[in-house]
């Protein structure tokens, strides 16, 4: 069995933190966690001197829809899949979820059909599922989402799709239909799916029902969805209210300003709060003109808009750039905020044995991070990929 040492490590995890440590990996999996001062062993296969930069958990993200000029559903590309998984890979993440767009279903059946082809051999990032965002959407919410291909919520579809390559989330609008959005929600959990609602216009009452049916996930929490109000707190004051209705943020400081990521993270448990980057094609490009889901974009000054409104068109947000935004928004510990970049997500997906901590027994995804939370280094299952 391969063996390899981590050592002079300024180790983060949820719970604990400290300088000085180092980390025992064997055969992909985290074998020992050795306090300052422990003797290290010597006779590993290789050795990584962190210099005492933080060394995490590789972050998860569940939300992602393309980075360096390709997207998940550039069904046409073969190489768009491995691409971005690269991409995620240097700011940090060790799995992600390819997120699909409003379209035709064949369009969406053969970005699948990529990801499965890419599942063959993971190079980069892994793929822990993929992430159905519509076509099951409010009109009304579509923000950079296509009308054009807009359709009720059918768990058939769902089903065909789950057939092609697993699908671990699909985001729709509770109120799509009337009567459906609790039975839609039921029908993703027994497929082992987390249903979330996400560009909707569902009012706190009806909401509740879909609640009851065990929907416990907001997409991009606040952006596209009924906001806070006096007479109906709607679907932002669901997410305040309720601890284990968990929420995905995008902290670029522009779909959430500042003082909405600090009330949010002094409100929620942090165990419902997942960090996300919402990323598409312009992630990791320079500013300029691109597209999403054959809408145009014009990326400027760190946002990408849709040409024809303004209105938001995703971000190019990295997950590195969003823990350390949220870190000096909240001045949160480090070992707390590690929750929101992988635990949650590991623990929403039925993986938080084996993902999201720096302890024995668990995967050796690593990160690490300098002091500006630029990275340095990925371990992806033990072996260094960055």
């Known amino acids: ?54 060394v995490m958990p590789g972050f998860i993200d569940v939300h992602t829809h393309g980075a360096a000029g390709v997207d998940v559903c550039d069904a046409e590309d073969p190489t768009a899949i491995e691409k971005i998984a690269e991409a995620k890979l240097k700011e940090g993440c060790t799995s992600w979820c390819p997120t699909t767009l409003t379209l035709p279903e064949e369009t969406l059946a053969q970005a699948l059909k990529n990801v499965a082809d890419y599942r063959k051999n993971e190079k980069y990032s892994k793929v822990l599922g993929v992430h159905l965002e519509g076509p099951f959407i409010n009109p009304a919410c579509c923000g950079a989402q296509n009308p054009a291909y807009l359709r009720k919520p059918d768990i058939e579809e769902v089903k065909r799709l789950h057939a092609i390559t697993p699908v671990c989330q699909v985001s729709y609008a509770p109120e799509a239909e009337v009567g459906n959005g609790p039975k839609f929600a039921r029908d993703c959990l027994e497929m082992g799916i987390v249903p979330s609602a996400g560009h909707t216009k569902c009012s706190y009452t009806e909401f509740k029902a879909t609640y009851a049916a065990g929907l416990r996930h907001l997409t991009h929490f606040c952006n596209q969805m009924t906001p806070l109000h006096h007479r109906d707190i709607g679907l932002v004051g669901a997410g305040l209210l309720l601890d284990d209705l968990r929420a995905e943020m995008i902290c670029d400081k522009i779909h959430l300003c500042p003082d909405m990521i600090d009330l949010a993270f002094n409100t929620k448990d942090i165990e419902s709060i997942l960090l996300i980057t919402d990323s598409m094609r312009a992630s990791h490009m320079p500013d300029g003109p691109s597209s999403l889901g054959g809408l145009d974009v014009i990326v400027e000054n760190g946002a990408a808009r849709l040409a024809s409104n303004g209105a938001l068109a995703g971000s190019i947000l990295r997950m590195n750039v969003a823990l350390k935004n949220v870190h000096e928004v909240t001045g949160f510990p480090l070992n707390v905020l590690v929750k929101t970049t992988s635990y949650n997500q590991a623990l929403e997906h039925g993986l938080e044995d084996t993902l999201g901590c720096i302890e024995p027994g668990y995967t050796a995804d690593i990160v690490v991070l300098d002091d500006d939370f630029e990275v340095k280094a990925v371990f992806v299952d033990g072996q260094k990929r960055l």
């Open 1 to 54: 069995m391969a063996t390899g040492l981590i050592k002079n490590a300024y180790i983060v995890s949820p719970g604990y933190e400290f300088d000085g440590g180092a980390i025992v990996i064997e055969d992909g999996k985290i074998k020992k966690v050795l306090q300052p001062g422990t003797p290290l062993p010597s006779n590993t296969d290789w050795v990584y001197d962190a210099e005492g930069r933080m």
